[in-house]
Nanobody
Framework: QVQLAESGGGLVQAGALLRLSCAVS????????MGWFRQAPGKERELVAA????????YYKDSVTGRFTISRDNTKNTVYLQMNSLKPDDTAVYYC??????????????????WGQGTPVTVSS
């Protein structure tokens, strides 16, 4: 049993900053790889960023590298996605996800099987 709850989305102007948070409960947080996905209207859900159990390794989709930062605080059972220099193409519903598999699979989208309900992010021109 893993419960995830995202927050922090909203409507912002291009170039703005936004930080998403995901609170996790129901399982030992330090044993979960964590990821952020997003889904824009009419498009497939895609993995945006991921982080291993210990936080020692991180993955980013090419289009967000250098702008987004994923981090985790295992004492608070929370994972974050800091988003800088937001663009209209970043508009999507963002989902927090968890994976109980070995850390070597942390950047494989198909290994994530626990999901939050999503928080919408809209970036205007």
């Amino acid at each position: 049993q893993v419960q995830l709850a995202e927050s922090g989305g909203g409507l912002v102007q291009a170039g703005a900053l936004l930080r998403l948070s995901c609170a996790v409960s129901g399982r030992t947080f330090s044993n979960l790889n964590m990821g952020w996905f997003r889904q824009a209207p009419g498009k497939e859900r895609e993995l945006v960023a991921a982080i291993t159990w210990s936080g020692s390794n991180a993955y980013y989709k090419d289009s967000v590298t250098g702008r987004f930062t994923i981090s985790r605080d295992n004492t608070k059972n929370t994972v974050y996605l800091q988003m800088n220099s937001l663009k209209p193409d970043d508009t999507a519903v963002y989902y927090c996800a968890a994976s109980p598999y070995n850390p070597i699979y942390y950047n494989i989208a198909g290994r994530y099987n626990y999901w939050g309900q999503g928080t919408p992010v809209t970036v205007s021109s």
